[in-house]
């Protein structure tokens, strides 16, 4: 028995060192991540035609609701206590969630709008009238979504009737419709590409065999 405890009190240590020699002293890689995920810039439908001014790549959050143009501000915050001095801050626009009423769409849409777009469009008379200005600010400040639901708006029978009443008040033409439009549209590209042959074969050069 001895015997045993003395052999077993003996492989005791090169065990335990075997068993740390297989331990790391360097940090476990972390399965998670405090960093943010990039925001995804939203992008229209190939129906819709583009916007002109393009999303907002810098405060990429105005892409998904009605802002009004208003953007993260940054400035200084100055104390003027005991520890005078100046401290660097941010000031977030105030973004709330509201259920606005459409006329056009007949619905009830909850959107992500500013204080001050809220504001220009209880002075617009409406949210159609807020989207249907065609003045160049109006548009610049509607962003990517406002554009989205500005065509939506646009596409509704009564804005269609509305415009066909003012086409007929300025006696101006009715617009083609889609399927005449793709006629055309095919009729002026087939017509484009019959040009550019023809330019090519004139300026093809012209062999003389007898010269050879």
């Known amino acids: 028995m001895a015997g045993l405890q003395s052999r077993s009190a003996m492989s005791l240590p090169f065990s335990l060192s075997a068993a740390f020699r297989n331990l790391s002293l360097t940090a476990p890689k ?15 439908p190939e129906y819709i035609p583009p ?19 208003v953007t993260i501000q940054f400035g200084n915050k100055i104390s003027k206590g005991r520890n005078e001095g100046k401290t660097r801050r941010m000031w977030k626009p ?7 009423y459409s006329d056009a769409l007949e619905d009830w ?14 002075k617009s008379g409406g949210l159609d009238n807020y989207l249907l200005d065609d003045r160049p600010g109006r548009v610049k400040e509607l962003g990517v979504f406002g554009w989205e639901l500005r065509w939506r708006v646009m ?22 419709s889609f399927e005449e439009w793709v006629q055309q549209k095919e009729a002026e590209i087939k017509a484009k590409a019959e040009d550019q042959t023809n330019i090519k074969e004139a300026t093809k050069p012209i062999y003389n065999d007898k010269l050879y």
Not at 54 to 67: A, D, E
Not at 157 to 175: M, N
């Open 30 to 44: 972390r399965s998670f991540s405090t960093t943010l995920a990039t925001q995804k810039i939203k992008q229209l």
């Open 51 to 69: 916007y002109p001014y393009g999303p907002n790549y810098v405060y990429r959050q105005s892409n998904t609701g009605l802002y009004g143009g």
């Open 94 to 100: 105030n973004v709330r969630r509201k259920k606005i």
């Open 109 to 122: 849409l909850y959107i992500k709008v500013t204080r001050k777009a809220l504001r220009t469009i209880r």
């Open 155 to 176: 596409q509704t029978p009564k804005i269609q009737e509305q415009f066909r009443q003012e086409r007929k008040r300025l006696g101006l033409p009715e617009p083609p």
